[in-house]
């Protein structure tokens, strides 16, 4: 059984910055995918950005050069730092780790990006 637990979400201005975490336990392989997605309000959930367990990194468009994720293999941790921040980065924000056959999320943690 694997659990994710997320932190870091919260309220921040256009142009601001945030970062989330996020700890798995359990059964963790070797080899495994971790990353984030995110839900905007009335829409479908979205990949954010993954990182394998070698290093290598997938981002989505509108985030690239903004967001940075990163993950220590040792801890079980990833990591979301988003800088530069829009309104329309506001969403709930999923952690999650694919390995083997196997998909498993976090609960989520709201982001809003308001003035």
């Known amino acids: 059984q694997v659990q994710l637990v997320e932190s870091g979400g919260g309220l921040v201005q256009p142009g601001g910055s945030l970062r989330l975490s996020c700890a798995a336990s359990?059964?963790?392989?070797?080899?495994?995918?971790m990353g984030w997605y995110r839900q905007p309000p009335g829409k479908g959930r979205e990949l954010v950005a993954v990182?394998?367990?070698?290093?290598?990194?997938n981002y989505a468009d509108s985030v690239k050069g903004r967001f940075t994720v990163s993950r220590d293999n040792a801890k079980n941790t990833v990591n979301l730092q988003m800088n530069s921040l829009k309104p329309e980065d506001t969403a709930v924000y999923y952690c999650?780790?694919?390995?083997?056959?196997?998909?498993?999320w976090g609960q989520g943690t709201q982001v809003t990006v308001s003035s």
């Open positions: 990182v394998t367990s070698d290093g290598n990194t």
């Open positions: 999650n780790l694919k390995q083997g056959y196997y998909l498993y």
């Open positions: 359990g059964s963790i392989l070797r080899i495994s995918t």
